[in-house]
């Protein structure tokens, strides 16, 4: 199993670019999610979803948008990117939402690496 | 107050010594932790769940939960230049993960 993967790597942008990042599961989670680190930071939650076609908002949705259509996949887009989303953007996903048993452990992708110039 | 809050550091502890970090939280109902590794530039790895209160061991890891006083801990006995690294708590809360912000451990040579 690759796990989580994401794609791209590393990106620069230009201010008021868009670009869609790319995350795939192959563990059959239902819940994923999307956080942004920033140098230093901790994690903060930008959306989640806990199944296809089903998303909600985490902690800091704004700029950003996202789709579930299947499973697998849960792309997140980066409308007129500004300089303020620059930062490492990771995906995760779950086999289940909070649980209390362990079963909501979030497996983390490695991450795209985005500037905004 | 944060929901989840740890003490960035930098924890600096000489190699073979014991490393304990800690964390504590504010919401009452929250039954279970995780802590995850994070090596710079890398994503975040889980180490250790944590459910009940008390202590559960693995290898050289402890993770130690009082319910009581809404504090969870991580202990690393032997502590191995490898282990140098941010320390991620988290805890469920409505289908996500609430994480702390991370404390840096610099285990010295």
């Known amino acids: 199993n690759a796990g989580v993967t994401q794609t791209p790597k590393f990106r620069i942008l230009k201010i008021g670019q868009s670009m869609t990042l790319q995350c795939t599961q192959d563990?059959?989670?239902?819940?994923m999610y999307w956080y942004r680190q920033d140098p230093g930071m901790g994690l903060k939650l930008i959306y989640y979803s806990v199944g296809a076609g089903i998303t909600d908002k985490g902690e800091v949705p704004n700029g950003y948008n996202v789709s579930r259509s299947t499973t697998e996949d849960f792309p997140l887009r980066l409308e007129l990117a500004a300089p303020s989303q620059t930062s490492v953007y990771f995906c995760?996903?779950?086999?289940?939402?909070?649980?209390?048993?362990?079963?909501?452990?979030?497996?983390f992708g490695p991450g795209t690496r985005l500037t905004v110039l | 107050q944060k929901e989840v809050e740890q003490n960035s550091g930098p924890l600096s502890v000489p190699e073979g010594a014991i490393a304990s970090l800690n964390c504590t939280y504010s919401d009452r109902g929250s039954q279970s932790f995780f802590w995850y590794r994070q090596y710079s530039g890398k994503s975040p790895e889980l180490i250790m769940f944590?459910?009940?209160?008390g202590d559960k061991e693995d290898g050289r890891f402890t993770a130690q939960l009082n319910k009581a006083s809404q504090y969870v801990s991580l202990l690393i006995r032997d502590s191995q230049p490898s282990d140098s690294a941010t320390y991620l708590c988290?805890?469920?809360?409505?289908?996500?993960?609430?994480f702390g912000t991370g404390t840096l451990l610099a285990v010295q040579p």
């Open positions: 988290a805890g469920p809360r409505a289908n996500k993960l609430i």
């Open positions: 563990m059959n989670h239902n819940y």
């Open positions: 944590i459910y009940s209160n």
């Open positions: 995760a996903s779950s086999p289940r939402g909070t649980s209390g048993t362990g079963t909501d452990t979030q497996y």
